[in-house]
Nanobody
Framework: QVQLVESGGGLVQAGGSLRLSCAAS????????MGWFRQAQGKEREFLGA????????VVVDSVKGRFTISRDAAKNTLYLEMNSLKLEDTAVYYC???????????WGQGIQVTVSS
């Protein structure tokens, strides 16, 4: 069974930065790609971006481009989300997902709260 454990969330002032981590573990772990999502209260889950594990090629959606960066440490099976210039509207529960193939996401983290205050 694959487990994803997120860390690094918390309370930050607007304009500040946070780095989220998502550590993957499990027997026979195989990763095609991983991604970050978030869900604000009362809203649907929103895709933020993803990274292809083999070559580290990453993309983020336009709404966070220039502020958020996705990276990974393949040796540690860990995914990162660097968030800068945080805004009030970035407040949400952030989730990481893991895809063992290119067909989608098979495993999810438990979610971690990020709260941006004024």
């Amino acid at each position: 069974q694959v487990q994803l454990v997120e860390s690094g969330g918390g309370l930050v002032q607007a304009g500040g930065s946070l780095r989220l981590s998502c550590a993957a573990s499990g027997r026979a772990l195989s990763i095609y790609g991983m991604g970050w999502f978030r869900q604000a209260q009362g809203k649907e889950r929103e895709f933020l971006g993803a990274i292809r594990w083999m070559n580290g090629g990453a993309v983020v959606v336009d709404s966070v481009k220039g502020r958020f960066t996705i990276s990974r440490d393949a040796a540690k099976n860990t995914l990162y989300l660097e968030m800068n210039s945080l805004k009030l509207e970035d407040t949400a529960v952030y989730y990481c997902g893991l895809g063992a193939t290119r067909e989608g996401y098979d495993y999810w983290g438990q979610g971690i709260q990020v709260t941006v205050s004024s």
